[in-house]
């Protein structure tokens, strides 16, 4: 297995399979600060982890997907699970769209304690946000090994 393989199979045992996880989203603010730079953003959101991918089922209208889709460059970070990533945030529309079916059954299980009372399926901007991993570092044992993962070009480098 190379080093690759490693980190993909490390983080489908701490994030995959179903679970639900929180993560720290950040994005970057429409509205500069008072320098006119750049304003970062970040709020903890749950999550459904598959193949490099973290999926959020939210509103179409919030504050993060509107930023979004000015910005699409988002980073992440797992609470207490020394994962840190970059990507790329994509709409992938209403949770209803057939397209999603597959990806929606998959969510309703993995959020089943609270998705029918968090959201409006009803609503066509009840939507799931897709978050396409393009690098991150697993961190093992604080330092003991880190993954320097290229998920674009699905590489790994690893310091030990």
Known sequence: MNRYDEGMAILKEKFGNGKDNIIGLATIAQEPNAEGKPRPVVRDVDAYYE???FYVVTWAKSSKMLQIANNNEVSIAVCFEW?????????MGWVLDPKNAELRTKLREAFAKWYDMA?????ENCSILAIRLTN???NINHHEKLYF???VNKTATVKE
């Open 136 to 138: 991150g570092i697993i």
């Open 149 to 151: 993962m290229d998920f």
């Open 51 to 53: 193949d490099g991918v």
């Open 119 to 123: 959201n409006n399926e009803k609503d």
């Open 83 to 91: 994962f840190t990533s970059s990507g790329i945030g994509e709409n």
